[in-house]
Structure formats: C-alpha cells, structure tokens
C-alpha cells in the first residue's frame, strides 16, 4: 500500500517570504508542468486528496485533466503550518526573539504567537496519515513541504517533535513526488 505525496508547483512568493496558510499564487504553467510530471506515475482510480489552499487543488485539478480516473477531494488536514501572524512577513524581518522562542518551545509555542505549535500541526497531519494506514488502500495527497516532512516524520513512528532539530531539512522539490509504503 502506497501513499504518494506531490508537492505544489513553485509559488510566485518573493525568496525568504513567510507563507503557509497564505494563498500564494502559482503560474499556471509551472502547475501544468507539475502535473505533466506525476500524472503518468500514478495509479488508475486511486484516491486523491488535496490541501484546500490554491497552490494545490490547482495542481490536483490540472491532474485530473490528465487522468479523468482521478478526482480530487479538498481535505484541509493537508493544509500548510498556519504560520499566524508571521503570515507574509519576510523571515528576516521576524523578530528574533520570537523565532527563538518557537523554536525553544518547538512542540507547544504557536508560530507567530497565534498560529499552530508543531504539535498541534503533528496531530492533524496524523489524523489523515491514519485514515490512510487504516484505510488498506493507496493514495495521493497535493499537499505541502510541511506536510511532506510531517508524514516523513509519521511514517518513522514520530508524533511528536520536541526540538527543532527534530524536524527535518531536506529540501523537497516543487512538483515533486516522494513515495512512502505501509
């Protein structure tokens, strides 16, 4: 059993621009692009979900022009981190202080004083990750790096990350697809 992650196409967000909640633009062509790339390697009929924000129920859409066997569905569990206040802040621009203590208190301080802690964002991510396990069947998510590195996470039996060295830092492409099996 198979979960496929896709990562929405490049957003037309300026370099070092907070944003995980925010409906940031895409360029229709590098969503099409996207979608040229993965729609090939999927599965026939398998169930898709997407994240409800733009940059990729876009991409899903563009998908299912593709391969009219895929349909997707909007499930916000597979939304970005709400980053709170730091919403459209450029990250240099974010006081230090802040950031050091989110990531002193990594597991419990919401980012941006009113948006989600890591655990909070852990435990939805999980709740879908879970359905999927449970589900006995294989699935595409459109979804985020955030959500990519939380079902990375998942998938090694972590629910929690205390620290934020815990939390992973490999880069992932835009459009790119990262395989995980149960």
Same mark, same amino acid.
């Given at each position: 059993?198979?979960?496929?992650?896709?990562?929405?196409?490049?957003?037309?967000?300026?370099?070092?621009?907070?944003?995980?909640?925010?409906? %940031?633009?895409?360029?229709?062509?590098?969503?099409?692009?996207?979608?040229? @790339? %993965?729609?090939?390697?999927?599965?026939?009929?398998?169930?898709? *979900?997407?994240? +409800?924000?733009? &940059?990729?129920?876009?991409? $899903?859409?563009?998908?299912?022009?593709?391969?009219? #066997? !895929?349909?997707?569905?909007?499930?916000? &569990?597979?939304?970005?981190?709400?980053? =709170?206040?730091?919403?459209?802040? +450029?990250? $240099?621009?974010?006081?230090?202080?802040?950031?050091?203590?989110?990531?002193?208190?990594?597991?419990?301080?919401?980012?941006?004083?009113?948006?989600?802690?890591?655990? @909070?964002?852990?435990?939805? %991510?999980?709740?879908?990750?879970?359905?999927?396990?449970?589900?006995?069947?294989?699935?595409?998510? %459109?979804?985020?790096?955030?959500?990519?590195?939380?079902?990375?996470? !998942?998938?090694? =039996?972590? &629910?929690?990350?205390? &620290? *934020?060295?815990?939390?992973?830092? #490999?880069?992932? *492409?835009?459009?790119?697809?990262? *395989?995980?099996?149960?």
């Amino acid at each position: 059993m198979k979960l496929l992650l896709i990562r929405h196409a490049k957003t037309l967000a300026a370099d070092g621009l907070c944003y995980g909640r925010t409906d %940031v633009p895409v360029q229709p062509e590098l969503t099409h692009a996207a979608a040229a @790339q %993965v729609a090939a390697e999927l599965p026939p009929g398998v169930a898709m *979900a997407c994240s +409800p924000l733009k &940059r990729c129920s876009e991409l $899903a859409t563009a998908i299912s022009l593709l391969r009219p #066997d !895929l349909r997707a569905m909007a499930d916000p &569990r597979l939304a970005e981190m709400d980053l =709170g206040a730091w919403e459209g802040q +450029p990250w $240099a621009e974010i006081e230090r202080a802040e950031l050091d203590a989110w990531t002193r208190g990594f597991a419990h301080v919401r980012a941006g004083a009113n948006g989600e802690s890591t655990r @909070q964002f852990m435990a939805r %991510v999980s709740v879908a990750y879970d359905a999927w396990r449970d589900g006995g069947r294989d699935a595409v998510w %459109v979804t985020h790096a955030g959500v990519i590195r939380a079902v990375r996470l !998942l998938h090694a =039996g972590v &629910r929690v990350v205390e &620290r *934020a060295d815990q939390w992973p830092a #490999d880069p992932i *492409a835009f459009g790119g697809l990262v *395989a995980f099996e149960a």
